[in-house]
């Protein structure tokens, strides 16, 4: 592994771990009043997009943290719409 792949990777673990607390407040309060609908739709979309890149890149950070944050920015958003 090189520096740069060690940067992504340590990159792509802060900025997708940052989603985990409020995926779990929202999920343990069901309280998403503080969420904003349209940002959540398309910060979905653009994880959406950096994943398809990281695909067609191959770069395994990119994959990798994209397909967590793709995760939890929907469970929040499916809560979101869930309990309008």
Do not use: E
Not at 12 to 26: G, K, W, Y
């Amino acid at each position: 592994m090189n520096t740069s792949d060690l940067i992504g990777y340590f990159s792509a673990f802060l900025t997708t771990i940052a989603f985990v607390p409020q995926t779990l407040h929202s999920w343990k309060t069901r309280d998403l009043s503080g969420v904003s609908l349209p940002m959540y739709s398309l910060f979905s979309i653009g994880v959406l997009g950096w994943l398809s890149y990281g695909i067609m890149i191959n770069s395994w950070p990119i994959i990798v943290a994209n397909s967590i944050t793709l995760v939890l920015a929907c469970a929040v958003l499916l809560l979101k719409i869930k309990h309008r």
